[in-house]
């Protein structure tokens, strides 16, 4: 397949981002002018998508709010070989886009990550900048550390990755699924730094430090539990196992040194602990065997796609 041949799609979910829309567009026109720029409005209440047609962009609306609707229905609508994800706000550098596309063709990768380095303070404000640090440690304790930078919203995508990819989430938390997703289906991925730069005078911010990262902690908390049920069900029941040990120890002492159980509702609830504890061992078994089937299941749709077109090829 030639390099002319490959169809490569630039897609951009925004809200409300009439200043910066004309300028990103403008960007990744000139950078990847070979490109289809599609513009995924998410019922912006200003001037997005008229900026964004006078651009020459391609604009499609969807209504249901939140980037992770967003993203399903650009994965949805737009048929191509490789997609390039950037926000609409004119923080991701538009002239790295041809880099990242470069390295995902010639070395066959399922997604290219932007990790973001910037020396502005208000580029990337520092408590964005903890939370991303805390939650991509977390992410990589559990499914594997291959990012540095798990929030970043600068993303080239295979078709395959594009097409296999179930997009649960609704809102920011976006990011960590296409992560996670990526790792637990053991796609090869890279990271590639870009610049980031400040939003530009007139344009907002919508993420909230506090409850953007508790939506994203509550999602990694349910792909645990969904991905890796053994791990997710084994923490429940060690949590239970040592609450029953620590009420038990003083109840064993007392019985052997008179024979007696003096606080018998103790003994019952230690009982009990120990019971749910082995509940949720065996639910996460189950659970366990049911996940990889379903792994199995995702590994075959994903290899029925046809993979990242190689230059030249």
Known sequence: MSAHSIRIAVVIPCYNEAVAIGRVVTGFRQNLPQAAIYVFDNDSSDDTAAEARRAGAIVRHVGLR??????????????????????????????????????????????????????????????????????????????????????????????RFAKSFPAHSAGFEIETELAVHALGMRMPVAEVPTVYRARPEGSHSKLSTYRDGFRILMTIGRLVKSERPLVFFSVGFGICVLLAIALAAPIVMVYLETGLVPRLPTAILCAALVLLGFILLGCGLVLDTVTRGRWETKRIGYLAIEGPPRPGA
């Open 66 to 159: 939140g980037k992770g609707n967003v993203v399903r229905r650009m994965f949805a609508d737009v048929d191509a070989d490789v997609y390039v994800m950037a926000d609409g706000d004119d923080t991701y550098d538009a002239s790295a886009a041809p880099g990242l596309v470069e390295k995902l063709l010639t070395e066959g990768l399922d997604m290219v990550v932007g990790r973001r380095v910037t020396e502005e303070r208000e580029a990337y404000r520092s408590g964005h900048r903890t939370g991303n640090a805390m939650l991509t440690m977390t992410a990589a304790a559990v499914f594997g550390n291959a990012f540095d930078d798990l929030l970043s919203g600068y993303r080239v995508f295979s078709r």
